[in-house]
Nanobody
Framework: QLQLVESGGGLVQPGGSLRLACTAS????????IGWFRQAPGKEREGVST????????NHAGSVKGRFTISRDNAKNTLYLQMNSLKSEDTAVYYC?????????????????WGQGTQVTVSS
């Protein structure tokens, strides 16, 4: 059974940092492009960062460029998102998602497998 499980969310003050992790089971992430998406209350799900199977190419939304870094450890079957300089507008439920193949688009509807999400709240 293919499963993605996120961890690392929580409450952090503006300017703080968090590191999210997403661990896959039931399949080898090395064959998949994977990404982080987020959804705030009343808003559409949006792409945050994506990464190709080898990790050779990454993509970040303009709103997080320079603050967030996506990485993967295929040996551990795990995806990471390092989030620095967090802002209140980063508050959302963060999801990891996977799609088989070499393309890592920012469109959420291109992804087949999803985790259950982890809440990130940025507030003083």
């Amino acid at each position: 059974q293919l499963q993605l499980v996120e961890s690392g969310g929580g409450l952090v003050q503006p300017g703080g940092s968090l590191r999210l992790a997403c661990t896959a089971s039931g399949f080898a992430l090395v064959d998949y492009s994977i990404g982080w998406f987020r959804q705030a209350p009343g808003k559409e799900r949006e792409g945050v960062s994506t990464i190709t199977p080898s990790g050779g190419y990454t993509n970040h939304a303009g709103s997080v460029k320079g603050r967030f870094t996506i990485s993967r450890d295929n040996a551990k079957n795990t995806l990471y998102l390092q989030m620095n300089s967090l802002k209140s507008e980063d508050t959302a439920v963060y999801y990891c998602a996977a799609r088989r193949g070499s393309l890592a688009p920012m469109r959420f509807d291109w992804y087949d497998y999803w985790g259950q999400g982890t809440q990130v709240t940025v507030s003083s």
